[in-house]
């Protein structure tokens, strides 16, 4: 177990603000899409993302803390993510010090200094189970994966997390909230939601899923860059497809098998998490929620069969070349990011922390959101992972409401002074090549959520076998799997439920 501690020492907060490039967890619009039958929880998605409102917008609450310990419990990963939230120090890094800055405008506003705890994320969520059970009150809030190593879902219907709805000083409807996770995470009758995403945890936006593309090879072959296609609401599977064709190419030899120091380059190459990356850009969910905040199985409507015939298409019955399944170690070069950052592929999945990755690499490259299904469809969607750590307040805090009041404080100045340094100045500069890229993240980092289904742990089956076959390059018996899922799945829906009646 790893402990940051910090002084309490006010400091003028000198982040450098990148203005025209604030970003908020806001979701544009939420209004169904009836005709093509899809949970669109953010259908109205733009380019534009709202900014944050002016500092001299946001009341600080006057209440003091007492210089009392703020304690968090935090993911550690071996996966590079960025987690720290707190910093013991200015390092010179912009980011590093924008933490830093943030976290020391806080404590001096509340009285309060910052500690953090950190875990490694699969054994997290079986620690603050523990803490609970045991009715200790350690951390005031925790963040902990939504569904890896357990879920969230679980933490909740055994009563160990506070309903955020409950805790006035938590501003749950403002920008500096993901409002499309909000709207995924809230089930059950009347307010109740019991995780959140906001900028905090760095890592947490680290974890959105999108498409990379090397731009100078898409250039070099005279295609017309996708960005235009994306504002125009143009990108889907269709268009997603000949991008694949475009990409495949032999260059002289024999075939597609790969050789890691031959010429041949491959049209997507991805890790199995892309099937279901894909799957959610569609705009298709496992599970759906109604009006009434009551969830039902989605998995047998007309679309979601299409929709994954279609996935179909483009992973498994494509011409070789055109996808190709690479998640070896790293080190052995058999890996999308490495195949990627030699030029061996047009495009990959990858989340936003892949960027660190790809900071050497030598050719340009782009960024955009998960394609649509079709032209039809009202928006895009960009996957958040397993992985994703989401904000919780354990049942055990004996002051709910000072903790709410912190975290929305603390919610609003990472979003206003911490996001922009990471995307405009950590990716922007040393690593994404140019504005459109840039313009891309606003959309992305708004539609970032994660299925219902998966955080109560009621479609993990469904979940990894599409990603054990599609993800692959093999095949699906959609007809033959749902068949078999349907009635475990109702009966986990319908145990969970009882715990929101």
Not at 153 to 170: F, Q
Not at 354 to 373: H, L, Q, R, Y
Request: charged share 25%.
């Amino acid at each position: 177990m790893k402990i940051k501690k910090t002084r309490l020492i006010f400091l003028t907060l000198t982040v450098l603000l990148i203005c025209s490039v604030i970003f908020s967890c806001n979701n544009n619009g939420n209004s169904k899409n009836d005709e093509i039958k899809t949970n669109d929880a953010n259908a109205d998605a733009n380019i534009e993302a709202d900014s944050p409102p002016p500092e001299d917008e946001y009341i600080y609450p006057d209440i003091d803390g007492g210089g009392k310990d703020f304690t968090f419990l935090s993911p550690s990963t071996t996966w590079f993510y960025y987690t720290d939230i707190v910093r013991d120090e200015i390092s010179g890094e912009v980011l590093d010090d924008a933490i830093y800055n943030r976290n020391r405008f806080i404590e001096a506003k509340f009285n309060i200094e910052f500690k953090a705890v950190e875990r490694d994320i699969g054994a997290i969520t079986a620690d603050l189970r523990k803490i609970i059970k045991a009715g200790e009150d350690i951390y005031n809030a925790a963040y902990v994966p939504a569904f890896y190593g357990g879920t969230v879902g679980a933490l909740i219907t055994e009563n160990m997390l506070y309903n955020m709805y409950d805790i006035p000083a938590m501003n749950l409807d403002k920008e500096w909230y993901n409002q499309t996770m909000l709207k995924e995470a809230a089930i059950g009758g009347g307010k109740q939601l019991y995780y959140a995403g906001c900028d905090i945890n760095i890592m947490t936006i680290q974890c959105v899923i999108f498409i990379y593309f090397n731009q100078d090879m898409m250039s070099n072959m005279g295609m017309e860059l996708p960005y235009k296609a994306v504002r125009e609401g143009k990108w889907d599977f269709d268009m997603f497809y000949e991008f694949q064709k475009a990409g495949a190419n032999l260059n002289g030899a024999e075939s597609f098998k790969w050789d890691p120091s031959g010429p041949a380059t491959y049209g997507f190459v991805a890790h199995d998490n892309c099937a279901v990356a894909l799957l959610e850009g569609s705009g298709e969910r496992f599970v759906t929620t109604d009006s009434d905040g009551m969830p039902h199985l989605a998995i047998e409507n007309e679309r979601f069969l299409n929709v994954l015939a279609k996935m179909e298409q483009l992973l498994v019955k494509s011409p070789d070349g055109y996808y190709m399944f690479a998640n070896n170690d790293p080190a052995t070069g058999f890996h999308f990011e490495p195949i990627f950052k030699n030029g061996r592929a047009l495009m990959i999945t990858g989340e936003l922390k892949a960027a660190d990755v790809f900071k050497d690499m030598e050719t340009t490259f782009g960024i955009i959101p998960m394609p649509k299904f079709d032209g039809s469809q009202k928006g895009y969607f960009c996957q958040l992972h397993f992985g994703t750590p989401v904000l919780v307040i354990p049942g055990t805090n004996q002051n709910p409401d000072f903790t709410g009041a912190v975290l929305d404080a603390m919610a609003y100045v990472s979003a206003k002074d911490v996001t922009p340094v990471l995307f405009d100045v950590s990716v922007s500069q040393k690593r994404l090549r140019n504005e459109e890229s840039i313009e891309m993240l606003q959309l992305i980092k708004n539609s970032g959520s994660f299925d219902v289904g998966s955080a109560y742990g009621w479609t993990t089956d469904f979940y990894n076998n599409i990603k054990s076959t599609l993800g692959m390059g093999k095949s699906f018996d959609a007809v033959s799997r749902i068949e078999k899922s349907r009635d475990k799945i109702n009966a986990s829906i319908e145990k969970t439920m009882t715990f929101f009646d």
